[in-house]
């Protein structure tokens, strides 16, 4: 099974600003099939990213995501207070999906 | 507009049984590869298992946790997707989201879950 491990755990930033969150596998995605979601307190996971780099439809340009093999970013620019969430990633691969565990961030 | 409506749920106890049903809409179900997560209570998504199309032999995998308990089918004549949980677990108490998976493995669309909760 790949472990995602995501770093930090927790995120507080003022808006405006830039924010990098990481996601690291404990072996190499293949295909790149790696997701990053966003979710709001009681609300449902919103997908964000797919195929590590597309946007999904709706998903504003701030948004962006990088990476390949075992190393993948999410980074979210000019950040506004409705950013406030806490950030999944999540890969595909050997019939298998696993998710990391989360980063939460803050709008200070 | 892609719509996932969930149904079924709620209490039962340890080692009791649920089945959850999925209607789904604005999407050629058939061609699409549907699968459950779950989330516990203040936790993280957890991946419950996944259907393949019936045109790929409906493949159907599982997560370690539910394998042998859960059972996946789909329905294509009414575009439905089902969750069969028996042999249910104190730790199986989460919401129940059912989505659609897109062509990266990625959950496209979501439900807006229902919550099963297994407690004596």
């Known amino acids: 099974e790949v472990v995602l491990t995501q770093s930090p755990g927790t995120l507080a930033l003022s808006p405006g600003e830039r924010a990098t969150l990481s996601c690291r596998a404990s072996?190499?995605?293949?295909?790149?099939?790696l997701a990053w979601y966003q979710q709001k307190p009681g609300q449902v996971p919103r997908l964000l990213i797919n195929?590590?780099?597309n946007r999904a439809t709706g998903v504003p340009d701030r948004f962006s995501g990088s990476g390949s093999g075992t190393d993948f970013t999410l980074t979210i620019t000019r950040l506004e207070p409705e950013d406030s969430a806490v950030y999944y990633c999540?890969?595909?691969?050997?019939?298998?999906?696993?998710f990391g565990q989360g980063t939460k961030l803050e709008i200070k | 507009e892609v719509q996932l409506v969930e149904s079924g749920g709620g209490l039962v106890k340890p080692g009791g049984s649920l089945r959850l049903s999925c209607a789904a809409s604005?999407?050629?179900?058939?061609?699409?590869?549907m699968s459950w997560v779950r989330q516990a209570p203040g936790k993280g998504l957890e991946w419950v298992g996944r259907?393949?199309?019936?045109?790929?032999?409906?493949?159907?995998d599982y997560a370690a946790p539910v394998k042998g308990r859960f059972t996946i089918t789909r329905d294509d004549s009414t575009d439905t997707l089902y969750l069969q949980m028996n042999s249910l677990k104190t730790e199986d108490t989460a919401m129940y989201y059912c989505?659609?998976?897109?062509?990266?493995?990625?959950?496209?669309?979501w439900g807006q879950g229902r919550l099963v909760t297994v407690s004596s």
């Open positions: 604005g999407l050629t179900f058939s061609d699409t590869w």
């Open positions: 195929g590590a780099s």
């Open positions: 259907i393949k199309r019936n045109i790929d032999v409906g493949t159907i």
């Open positions: 999540q890969q595909y691969g050997s019939s298998q999906y696993t």
């Open positions: 072996q190499s995605v293949s295909g790149n099939y």
């Open positions: 989505t659609a998976v897109g062509g990266f493995g990625e959950f496209a669309h």
